[in-house]
């Protein structure tokens, strides 16, 4: 990994020993790559803020910990289900492809709602940390170069496209599905395709929806 994002991990770490309530995590996400042989990003994938398993907790060593390109706690201590059920998911919808994981959020809960508000002590809309998390958002995409960034969470288009400055491009529904619904929102940012997607761990997206989703982000691959 280079110095740039060496860095970048260095001053995260520093920044969630300064900020006392990060500490009540159990790791962060930044820069980690689904396969750990993987050096350069063909695509990133942006979820809200990492989610928890109980069997996190059982990982006890330097807390917060981190799974990124220089340390993942998993591979020390083992995935859990659902960190392997992503992996897999990533895999299905960009298959072949070199995946880096990031969050929005950095550093994890479970969930966004009442765990994240009396963890942090606030709401995930109002949190004060989302500019520095963009900034090393930037420095990792600015790294990769990737030809795409995928972003899992509709709801949160909006509020996201605002804060990071992103150009809107198209809505696309699913035309072959009854609820025709919205299932792609296409922003741009820094001249790469931005894309929001339904939730991949969503049991409400149809088979047909998964079809146009994934073909619609292999066009841009």
């Avoid at 492809?97 to 606030?122: A, C, P, T, V």
Wanted: include cysteine; proline fraction near 4%.
């Amino acid at each position: 990994m280079t110095s740039n994002l060496s860095k970048t991990l260095k001053d995260i770490r520093e920044y969630t020993q300064n900020n006392h309530e990060l500490k009540k995590s159990h790791h962060f996400v930044f820069n980690s790559p689904v396969d750990k042989d993987s050096k350069i990003a063909d695509v990133i994938v942006m979820g809200l803020n990492p989610g928890e398993s109980v069997t996190d907790w059982e990982y006890e060593i330097n807390l917060p910990t981190e799974e990124s390109s220089e340390f993942d706690f998993r591979n020390e201590f083992g995935s859990s289900r659902s960190s392997a059920t992503w992996s897999k998911k990533c895999k299905k919808y960009l298959p072949n492809k070199n995946i880096f994981l990031s969050q929005f959020f950095f550093w994890s809960s479970r969930g966004i709602e009442s765990d994240f508000k009396s963890r942090f002590g606030y709401s995930f809309k109002k949190s004060p940390h989302f500019n520095f998390c963009k900034n090393c958002n930037e420095e990792m995409i600015d790294f990769h170069k990737p030809k795409l960034i995928v972003a899992t969470g509709t709801s949160f288009a909006k509020f996201f496209s605002s804060v990071y400055e992103m150009k809107h491009i198209k809505t696309l529904r699913c035309e072959t599905d009854k609820r025709n619904r919205p299932i792609i929102n296409h922003y741009e940012f820094k001249g790469i395709p931005f894309i929001f997607t339904p939730h991949w761990t969503n049991g409400w997206v149809s088979n047909l929806e998964k079809k146009d989703i994934q073909s619609y982000l292999s066009s841009y691959l």
